[in-house]
């Protein structure tokens, strides 16, 4: 495969602006909600025509609540540091009064009556809904390029895709037209396209960030996450969102690196640079793996679990309606349904002694690291690729390294890493339900990227 040009997509006014910067700039006068609403409207103007991030934009509805918001803070009204920030959704993240089409046919001229529980905290919290990002159609594919919507475009390299299902999402946020976003994660689909797309994801541990309004793929499996330029705004975020969501911690957090052997193939160049941005800020304690027998079974619940739940949920539309669905989309719907419903109850029994099996890797560690995918951005429309002399699928690779912890609900986070031939890697952490501080402080440690004004064009690890 050849190796990546340059990055090609100017960025955006907040690609290099923290949410903090942005709170203190707002509460000293330097800049005030209306203009940074405005700038980004400005963004998705010039920008989203290279990457097609964007849906739905609320230019009005963004610009009165964005005045709405100056005009409390003028009047002594704080509601905390995402007061006046644009903040995208992803589009199947309900948002009343607005086209929300969760990336299908099916639902081209949906609006729905009322928001999503997470739009709510989002709003309670001052933070200004300007737009709805592109999905995966129905949230099932990591690749980002299946949307009756148009495949969202990865900012290092528009011929490259962002990943998914969380697409324009990710876009958004690495092209620097908005500094945070939601997304949702059945498998990875927060992670996967913040990792290509050279940005931080973060979901949360099953159910902190409610899903209420949230058009599901997999109950069970669903989380809601967000995305941004790092995981310090990350971690921002989600203590808005879920204010109790981060205990003290009482101590540094012991860092483990998870050998993938078990878990798929991966580049050695990804391998390299991820390994290396973990030991310039943290020597890991020591180095696990989990058993081939386990992984099996693990996916093999996921698998199942996710069939069952998906295919629960379109049946109808399968029936009635089949030729509005994406032909991929539908593929892998028929093949979901096609999943035998003993299967599926076996992988709901067996779930909890999977999660036991897995939290024994806790019990001398606080936080687990990894690659967070085990290769850089495919082309767009790719379905195979090569990962250290193996063939594999795209799709099986992307979702490798990330699926697993959606069946334990387990938080994981992902950072920039660095580059290889100008393309981003993440660095993928995990830890227990419950001790996410020290995921956080984990993460701190990280060097941010010395490359955010593009990447390079050679291997940097």
């Not at 310039?280 to 093999?300: K, M, T, W």
């Not at 996710?306 to 309606?321: D, K, L, P, Y």
Request: glycine share 10%; proline share 8%; aromatic share 4%.
């Amino acid at each position: 495969m050849p190796p990546s040009t340059p990055i090609t997509t100017p960025l955006g006014p907040f690609a290099d602006r923290s949410i903090s910067d942005l709170a203190a700039d707002l509460r000293t006068g330097r800049t005030t909600a209306t203009d940074l609403v405005r700038d980004a409207l400005d963004a998705v103007t010039w920008l989203d025509p290279l990457v097609n991030a964007f849906v739905t934009v609320a230019a009005d509805q963004s610009l009165a609540a964005a005045r709405e918001a100056d005009r409390e803070l003028a009047d002594g009204v704080d509601r905390g540091p995402l007061h006046g920030i644009p903040v995208a959704v992803k589009d199947l993240i309900m948002v009343a009064g607005r086209s929300v089409t969760m990336g299908s046919r099916h639902f081209a001229d949906h609006v729905p009556a009322s928001d999503a529980a997470c739009v709510r905290h989002l709003r309670t919290a001052g933070a200004i809904v300007v737009g709805q990002t592109i999905t995966h159609e129905f949230a099932y594919g990591p690749t980002g390029d299946r949307s009756a919507n148009g495949p969202s475009r990865n900012p290092h390299d528009p011929e490259r895709m962002t990943g998914g299902s969380s697409a324009g999402s990710a876009a958004a946020v690495a092209a620097g037209m908005v500094p945070l976003a939601l997304g949702t994660d059945t498998g990875g689909s927060v992670r996967i396209p913040a990792a290509l797309c050279g940005i931080a994801g973060f979901k949360p541990a099953y159910g902190r960030i409610p899903a209420d309004g949230v058009f599901p793929l997999s109950e069970t499996l669903d989380h809601v996450g967000l995305l941004a330029r790092d995981a310090e705004d990350c971690r921002i975020a989600y203590q808005v969102l879920v204010p109790d969501g981060l205990r003290p911690a009482g101590r540094e957090p012991r860092v483990a690196w998870l050998d993938t052997g078990a878990l798929s193939p991966c580049d050695p160049r990804v391998l390299s640079s991820v390994r290396a941005a973990l030991e310039a800020g943290i020597n890991p304690v020591g180095e696990l793996s989990i058993p081939p027998r386990v992984v099996q079974d693990l996916r093999e619940a996921f698998t199942a679990i996710q069939s069952g739940e998906a295919a629960a949920v379109h049946a109808g539309r399968m029936a009635e309606t089949p030729d509005l669905f994406d032909p991929e989309v539908l593929e892998r719907l028929r093949g979901a349904a096609a999943v035998p419903a003993w299967r599926y109850v076996r992988a709901l029994r067996t779930r909890p002694l999977l999660a036991e099996a897995v939290d024994g890797l806790f019990e001398r560690h606080d936080v687990l690291a990894l690659p967070t995918v085990p290769l850089t951005a495919p082309f767009l429309g790719q379905r195979e690729t090569e990962l250290d002399g193996t063939s594999v699928r795209v799709r099986d690779a992307l979702l490798a390294f990330t699926s697993l912890w959606n069946l334990l609900g387990l938080p994981a986070l992902t950072v920039p890493a660095g580059t290889v031939d100008g393309l981003p890697t993440g660095l993928q952490f995990l830890c227990r339900a419950g001790e996410e501080r020290l995921l956080f402080d984990a993460a701190a440690r990280i060097a941010p990227r010395s490359d955010r004004q593009g990447p390079s064009t050679g291997e940097d690890g």
